[in-house]
């Protein structure tokens, strides 16, 4: 069984006061959402002040980045330790606007991913997740090509893992055309991304990890298309941007029913 988990990107937006006062909205409707997860992604300075808050609770705190390395002179960097640190249990890595803005290639996410799954695990027995993302441009499925894009991705993001690694991964399909636009894939455009990197995963890595890894949908998720989305066999959560800046917006969308 997947549980589903609705994340929230919030990119480079809010203040301290102002995310502290969407973290207070948020926290008094998770706590009774018992059946799914949510994960909130501030920017990382407001990582400690919102990680104090949501330490005990079931709202979940993950970061929008790391550089792949325990420590070192890497100036303006973050490590995955500093975000255990902050209790972050989730990091996005490989998002669209990092592969473009920041050329991160597929071989340096696929470094990220690995120190992701190795944080944490001797010194203080907790996980951070990678939220990998992955997804075609417009040009790309104009082509014909969101499969062959999506799989290379994948190839290059997750090579050297075992499949007990694999299965630790956390997938966000976000076709780069949808991210902001308010253009939404329609939902059977998406489940049948979504089929594909199931299937993808069972030729890879064996029928049980693809069961298990959930595969989330990004790209202009709101209010209004949430449930027809989540009511999809193989799509097991979302990863909001703008629409979860907002209380109103992303409570609706955490409460979304199938
Ligand atoms: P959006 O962003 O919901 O604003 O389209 C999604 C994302 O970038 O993860």
Redesign the pocket.
């Known amino acids: 069984m997947r549980q589903p988990l609705i994340a929230g990107?919030w990119?480079m937006y809010l203040d301290i006061g102002k995310a502290i006062k969407l973290t207070e909205s948020l926290l008094a409707v998770v706590e009774y959402l018992e059946d799914r997860e949510v994960v909130i992604c501030p920017p990382f300075t407001m990582l400690y002040p919102i990680g104090r808050m949501v330490r005990d609770k079931h709202l979940k705190l993950g970061g929008q980045n790391l550089y792949p390395a325990a420590e070192g002179a890497f100036t303006g960097e973050i490590s995955p330790d500093m975000l255990l640190d902050c209790w972050c249990r989730y990091v996005?890595l490989g998002?669209?606007?990092r592969r473009q803005y920041f050329h991160e290639t597929d071989e340096f996410i696929n470094q990220k991913v690995k120190s992701a799954l190795a944080a944490g695990q001797e010194r203080r027995q907790v996980n951070l997740t990678p939220i990998l993302?992955v997804g075609e441009r417009e040009a790309e499925r104009s082509a014909g090509n969101q499969e062959s894009v999506v799989a290379a991705q994948l190839s290059g993001n997750l090579a050297g893992l075992t499949a007990e690694e694999a299965g630790r991964v956390v997938i966000?399909y976000?076709p780069v055309w949808?991210?902001?636009?308010?253009r939404t894939a329609t939902p059977q455009d998406a489940q049948a991304m979504h089929g594909f990197v199931r299937q993808w995963l069972a030729r890879e890595y064996g029928a049980g990890v693809a069961e298990n890894t959930r595969i989330l949908y990004?790209?202009?998720?709101?209010p209004e298309n949430v449930d027809s989305l989540l009511l999809q066999p193989d799509i097991d959560g979302a990863?909001?941007?703008?629409?979860?800046l907002k209380a109103e917006s992303f409570i609706r969308i955490i409460k979304y029913e199938v």
């Open positions: 990107n990119k996005i998002h669209s606007e993302c966000a976000e949808a991210i902001g636009t308010g990004g790209g202009s998720v709101k990863l909001v941007g703008g629409a979860s």
